[in-house]
């Protein structure tokens, strides 16, 4: 923020501090696997690299259990908070502080980046901060280092760091850091050829706690712990209880977290899965942070045991249209052996919404490629894939906006069975929504087998073929039997009625 154009305005001090920052219009002003639900929006960037848009990050920092006379030692704190905007980056212009009776101290610093003040009650350990500030500093990996140097450490503290000036969130801002009264950890930061990957531990005091791990690509959730199960499972199970004499071959592309492989391990007659993953780098964020997503260790209790390590797991790290390609060219319908074909093919990749910005998006669901994996089946195989998130029923602008998945739904339909192409969606808690799926089956047997009637027969055929050891978290009999049934939303898409009926 350009010094010439900032005026500070303290309004009080009190147990609180409220500071207002007045910005001349003369001035320059200040600076800031799954397609996100909540997209960023910011105000156009200027030709300095965004140093002066009018956007910024806001942090509450509020520390406890910290030493009393710290707090109440007001040269002391005063020094600190110098020597803080120094090592963060950030340029002092004036500091103010008070030593308050009977006890504490309030500062301010203006800087011309924004502010920073802190206010202390020694007798309760007490320490409030709020630091503001726009511009290229990243307050983040110094969140740390801000409640060490007045004593105190992200332990005995909540916080919240707040985009100012975007009108969303990203999905890491609205899951994890604007959340003050959660507790939160980065545990994984770092950059692949292809994405940036983060990995955050959090946990929801009002939840039980529930304490999850949170897999972060280029900023949107791909998974977390606390529910991954959800989705992991209605990818996965509907296409193997469907196939009609158990899958034996199998082949993942995407899933580099691993559950998708775990979950199809959990079978007996599972002799091969072939996972294709282009990020080695996520599937080794995953190893070291996410091992509940991989660990095929069932029924064994504290023993880890990695799923990639199993002897039935061929893990191609590389494109997935390349490796299809090498293996079932053009002609592969007609000269593939069914030896080298898969009972069941699982696409669990990028989501559509993606596919008007993305040519991988838009080679992956158009007809040439879902050609290809139908004819990558075996004569009675079973293909299932994620087609992101469900519309809301009778909501006319998402079904407006989401119908062009009737065209993905019906190039799928057009290699399966003449009855054999069943879309259905489960709720999802992190991705505040329903998230949908898609089976193909090539056979009248798996259409039959998929639609059972029988409870007590589906039961039976759910967990008959499952290894010592396995079971469901979240997929029963009445759960599978409630997928065989065309979600609302879906129906309305298809029809269109709903959507005249509301236009009219």
Request: charged content about 20%.
């Amino acid at each position: 923020m350009h010094t010439s154009s900032v005026k500070p305005f303290i309004l009080g001090v009190c147990t609180t501090l409220f500071a207002v920052w007045l910005v001349s219009p003369h001035g320059n002003g200040g600076a800031i696997k799954k397609t996100s639900i909540l997209r960023r929006q910011t105000p156009e960037a200027t030709d300095d690299g965004g140093a002066h848009s009018p956007t910024g990050k806001h942090l509450i920092l509020d520390m406890y259990d910290i030493n009393g006379d710290i707090l109440n030692n007001e040269q002391h704190l005063r020094d600190v908070s110098i020597k803080l905007v120094r090592d963060i980056g950030m340029t002092m212009l004036s500091i103010q502080s008070h030593k308050l009776e009977p006890q504490g101290v309030s500062i301010t610093v203006t800087l011309s980046e924004s502010h920073f003040t802190i206010h202390t009650w020694p007798e309760h350990g007490v320490a409030l901060v709020d630091l503001f500030t726009c511009g290229r500093t990243d307050i983040l990996p110094n969140i740390g280092k801000v409640a060490s140097s007045f004593g105190g450490d992200l332990q005995h503290a909540k916080w919240a760091l707040h985009p100012r000036g975007a009108q969303q969130l990203s999905d890491v801002e609205s899951y994890v850091t604007s959340n003050q009264h959660f507790s939160k950890q980065l545990l994984y930061q770092g950059r692949s050829q292809y994405q940036a990957i983060e990995v955050w531990q959090s946990t929801d005091p009002k939840e039980s706690p529930t304490t999850a791990n949170l897999l972060f690509l280029d900023g949107v959730l791909q998974s977390s712990t606390a529910d991954e199960h959800v989705y992991h499972e209605s990818l996965v199970h509907p296409a193997m209880f469907a196939h009609p004499t158990g899958a034996q071959r199998v082949a993942v592309l995407g899933g580099g977290e691993g559950a998708t492989v775990r979950e199809l391990l959990k079978y007996k007659s599972i002799d091969e899965v072939v996972m294709v993953e282009l990020d080695r780098g996520v599937i080794d964020a995953s190893l070291q942070f996410l091992p509940q997503m991989n660990d095929c260790g069932f029924g064994a209790r504290g023993a880890y045991k990695n799923c990639f390590n199993d002897s039935r797991v061929r893990l191609v790290v590389g494109d997935a249209f390349q490796w299809f390609s090498s293996q079932f060219p053009d002609t592969a319908c007609d000269t593939a052996s069914e030896v080298d074909k898969f009972d069941v093919i699982v696409l669990d990749l990028l989501d559509p919404e993606l596919s008007p910005d993305s040519d991988f998006a838009r080679h992956l669901y158009s007809k040439e490629m879902m050609g290809s994996l139908a004819c990558a089946l075996r004569h009675n195989g079973v293909f299932v894939v994620q087609l992101g998130r469900s519309p809301e029923p009778g909501n006319v602008e998402d079904i407006a906006r989401l119908r062009f998945k009737t065209n993905i739904i019906d190039t799928i339909g057009k290699h399966y069975h003449e009855h054999g192409t069943f879309v259905y969606d489960s709720y999802v808690p992190s991705y505040h929504g329903k998230w949908t799926f898609v089976l193909g089956c090539r056979t009248a047997a798996c259409v039959e087998k998929f639609t059972e009637k029988d409870a007590a027969k589906v039961q039976a055929a759910m967990h008959a073929p499952l290894v010592s050891g396995a079971t469901f978290k979240y997929l029963d009999a009445r759960v599978m039997q409630s997928l065989q049934h065309e979600p609302r939303s879906y129906t309305e898409l298809f029809s269109g009625a709903e959507v005249r009926r509301q236009l009219v």
